[in-house]
């Protein structure tokens, strides 16, 4: 007579300490240039910049312990203020501007033949050095006789433009065109990006029910667009902040105060002055305000964005 036995199921196959350790080591070796570049890179320069911050040093001389006066002094400081506000101002100018316009371009090229072309001739300027770029817009813009714009603006319509990088008044709006400009091409591909995930079964739906044009760009595109806005918005404020190498290219904030940015405070008070605790504590001072910023971003879009489709 045939015997019925349950068949055992089978343990998991276990591997030996040896082959564990063998890929432990392995993971730590193809992991150890990612994590050295990043603690020589990033960590070790912040950790140093938050020492150097409570410090007084000229770089050569001896560390002297200054508390929080390198603080103290930046805040009281007239020009920090004008950079805080400068950079406050440029980035007010470039973001709300920037990416609207930016999604315009790209709610057009959406559907458009020949999308590909476009999206490269948009992105040139994104992938063009940032040098190369203030150095062309510095023809452009520039106040005497040289300056392109300013010819054409006097030949054709008999006009006397400003000094557009000289003019206190009128440099962050000529250096916002700029960012405005260089950065287009990137907020235009990630929001065609963000618009080729909307499923068209949703617009089409509300189309046959009757909503228009405006109406569905209101209340079916923006909703679900809403995810892309926001990364796009907090990575256009940081870089905003950010703002340095076209500045100091376009025109020298020493000359012109209406350029001076909190970067390049830092840069200033560290290279030229060489007063590293003041130039540290100007910078943790933009981290923190980055951060706060960011953090109300982060706050406001748990009502203004939507991630359900």
């Keep these: 007579m ?34 050295t570049a990043l603690a020589v890179f990033l960590v070790f320069p912040l950790g140093f910049a938050v020492v150097l911050a409570f410090m007084r040093w000229d770089g050569l001389g001896r560390k002297e312990w200054a508390g929080l ?5 930046q805040l009281s400081d007239p020009e920090f203020g004008l950079a805080v506000w400068n950079t406050v101002k440029l ?12 999604l315009l371009i790209a709610l057009a090229l959406n559907n458009v033949r020949g999308g590909s072309f476009y999206r490269v001739l948009y992105f040139m300027p994104v992938v063009t050095s940032s040098v190369a770029v203030a150095l062309m817009w510095q023809i452009i813009l520039a106040g005497d006789e040289s300056g392109v714009l300013n010819n054409s603006l006097r030949s054709w319509f008999g006009l006397t433009p400003p000094d557009w ?10 250096i916002a065109v700029v960012t405005i400009w260089s950065s287009l091409g990137l907020n235009v591909v990630i929001f065609l990006a963000g618009l080729q995930t909307i499923p068209p079964q949703i617009v089409e739906a509300a ?10 760009f209101r209340s079916v595109i ?20 950010q703002a340095f190498d076209q500045i100091y290219v376009l025109v020298r904030p020493e000359d012109n105060e209406g350029a001076r940015t909190i970067v390049y405070q830092v840069y200033e008070l560290g290279f030229k002055d ?7 504590a100007a910078a943790l001072i933009l981290l923190a305000l980055t951060l706060l910023v960011t953090l109300v971003q982060f706050a406001a879009q748990k009502r203004l964005v939507h991630y359900d489709s």
């Design 222 to 241: 923006l909703p679900l667009l809403s995810p892309t806005i926001f990364f796009s918005t907090v990575v256009a404020v940081i870089s905003s902040f």
């Design 165 to 174: 990088l000289g003019d206190t008044g009128w440099v962050i709006v000529s």
């Design 207 to 216: 189309r046959m029910d009757g909503a228009g044009s405006l109406r569905i």
């Design 274 to 280: 060489f007063e590293f605790g003041m130039s540290s």
């Design 2 to 35: 045939a015997v019925l036995t349950r068949a055992r199921p089978r343990a998991g196959r276990r591997r030996a300490p040896g082959v564990r350790n063998r890929d432990g080591w392995w993971a730590a070796f193809f992991l150890a240039p990612q994590v």
């Design 69 to 73: 006066d390198n603080f103290a002094a």
């Design 91 to 102: 980035a007010l100018l470039t973001v709300p501007v920037g990416l609207a316009l930016a």
